[in-house]
């Protein structure tokens, strides 16, 4: 829901247009941090530049904490910021979000920002910066708590109290041993039920759900789905805690990887951003001229077989209900083997490909009887029937095969499968459903004439 | 992470075989709730049988709420037990997870098991099953914690200790005034940070968040992915309290809808269990028949121009590149269009359809001279180079206009737009394509034979 203009807002911009900060602070602080940094994109350069004079660093740090960075370019808005300023908001968010707008800044921005942080700041955000995208280690934020082993409930709840203001999350206390190795993680709701006296060690779940710094972000969220975990701990490989992932950045993972999937599907970026038409042509456009390429070898093996449509024009009729059926039958076969390839992490993928082209036998009998029994009364011809109706399994079969096939290899290769687009697995298939339509038809020319 | 045998598991399950009960609850109790729900599904019957009397209710409750109620029919699983043992099990659960549960269940099994709950869980569910599946209504739980705006903190502290057991989560805590209505919320994180004695009605939010009983999921997911929440309460019209919808819940929501979206991209519902490929087959005919059909319109269109076939057959060589191209980009503005239908609701629609018309024009344009280039060299006939290069930009526009105007009727009238397939718009646009194509050949006949 994103933020509408109405009365509320209206005052708002008055009140800064008015250049008046006491009201301004009085009706802006009273938003949800989210709908504020909505505000803040709806506002012109002249009427941020107060805003960013009005509020403190740390109120600046809460708004910029929501602003979703793939979308609203929060490194352009810190740099209209004098640069210090924007140095101490980016100290007052949370770690992965300031890793997360510094991803997007040039060189030099980056140095400048870091070199205006406390040397410690500096270097965990340098750190963070350098796990690969797409991993637990770009995810993850460095606020979280934890306390030493031999802590007691009460200990544990003074240790949430001082750290309240500033962790990401106090509802799950990570537990350490001397060497920082995680060993235990407890809940708030566990400290609430027991006496302060108890010991951590006692009460805390000591087999802690984990994930390492390299794991891909896919894998760490679907663990966040299945167990309903608020937030899952980052350690690296000796074990030490380096950092927690907190259940909503998991839900933009998840969104993520569904809109990749989704775009991999129809074969463009269904997120593009909300360009001219010029732009959106121009990125299309590169992926749209290779498969036309593609459906040129598709054009020139008819070519191949321009003979045989000159001596019985009506097989030129039923080209495209081949290759449109087969493409369909394709693109199913596709869908499901991308889905379970993200589900089930690549076993039973034989199986797989076994049922699809079984699948694809038993749709593409069916479909050729029906086409068969259609063609042969329309056109009076029931060769002519057989061939389309042969013609119709062995494409739909080819198709499924292809469909179910490619994905597979690509994730074996390392590829995501989601690229795989559905567009490439029909093009593809109109090639072999041609191939095999015309080879079929050469075979009975004579009774098509 | 599907649980896999190993050791551990290896232990429990001859434990079970070894029918002592001692042994198997030391071992069994240990894993996470989700893992003893997996480890539930790999059993056979009789050691179900025995499981359900080595656990109590509580212990089976806390593990039967981790179930996914879709995959793994968690009726079946409740039936296998004696009756009021079950009954005894779904008092013990969450009561969103309990509805879920019965939704599956049969007239008599409902009947019987509501019949031996406590009378006030009998009605709560009774009403919660009445909502119409995809509301907050449907996905909303029951056991909430609430406070009167009256409280302190000290108190409410209090409350939350004493409900740490049974809330379903204790994070947020509801305000609500003499009349029920919600009037704020508190974090406990809030709590944690201020005196015993202070008033919960100072520190307390008091623009909280909300959605009606009646709101639709996906609206419910996209406020709640917005602004991070853990929970969402839901109210009535006349803002009384009626529950909770937790993240864990809003993550299975968020996968629901985008495979939806996915299916629906691709003609196939992607999910569909692991069955033989005789019932897959059964699955994907209809909907494959029904564009079938629709491709022999096609067909029958291409028949009425088969005279100009016969006369110039080099026509039939560039039918499938026009439709597939046609196809491939129709595809594409129709998953822009799904795509932001569900991220924005409805607004500026007219401007989508206006952008994705332009941007065929240009597409088209595009292709449409490097075809001609191609296809005039190739075939050394520039008119046919012509005639193929304005059917592909026609074409492609059309598709375009299809693609992006189908979903926004479709979500005009309530359809779900995700249910316009990709397959089905490929198809409609290879009838239109066809037109476009011998309608343009015709006029210049006499230069292509």
Partial sequence: ?????????????????????????????????????????LMSTQQRSLLYQYLTPKELGDMFD???????????????????????VLSEMYTDNTVDMLSKASRDEL??????????????????????????????????????????????????????????????VYVQDDAENLVGVVTLRDLLSNDKRAQVKEIMNSNVYRVFVDDDQEEVAQTVREYN??????VNRAGHLLGIITVDDIIDVIDEESVEDYSG???????????????????????????????????S????????????????????????????????????AVRKLSVNNSREMGRLIRNEVVTGVLIGIVTAVVITVIVGLWKGNFVLGMVIGFSMVAAIIVANLAGSLIPILMDKIGVDPAVASGPFISTLSDLTSVMIYFTIARLFIVYLM
Same sequence: chains 1, 2.
């Fill in 1 to 41: 829901m994103k933020l509408t203009r109405n009365e509320q807002t209206d005052n708002i911009i008055n009140a800064l247009n008015k250049k008046d900060p006491e009201q301004f602070r009085d009706l802006f602080l009273k938003l949800h941090f989210y709908d504020q940094s909505q505000l803040l994109i």
């Fill in 301 to 336: 093996l008819i070519s191949h077989f321009e003979g045989l449509v000159s001596e019985a024009s009506v097989l030129a009729v039923f080209i495209s209900l081949i290759t449109g059926t087969a493409g369909n039958a394709g693109t199913q076969s596709l869908a499901v």
């Fill in 265 to 299: 599907l129809a074969g463009v970026n269904v997120d593009e951003p909300d360009d001219s038409p010029w732009v959106t042509a121009l990125h299309r456009l590169p992926w749209l001229i290779t498969l036309l390429i593609l459906g040129m070898s598709t054009a």
């Fill in 111 to 172: 140095s400048t920002y870091l070199n205006l942080m406390p040397i410690s700041e500096n270097h965990e955000i340098r750190q963070l910066l350098n796990y690969d995208d797409k991993t637990a280690g770009a995810l993850m934020t460095t606020e979280y708590i934890a306390v030493n082993v031999g802590s007691t409930v009460g200990q544990t709840m003074q240790t949430i109290r001082q750290n309240a203001e500033n962790a990401e999350i106090i509802y799950y």
């Fill in 229 to 234: 975990f608020l937030a899952m701990p980052v």
């Fill in 66 to 88: 929501e602003l979703e960075v793939n979308e609203e370019n929060g490194i352009d808005y810190l740099n209209e910021m004098p640069t210090r300023l924007a140095a101490n």
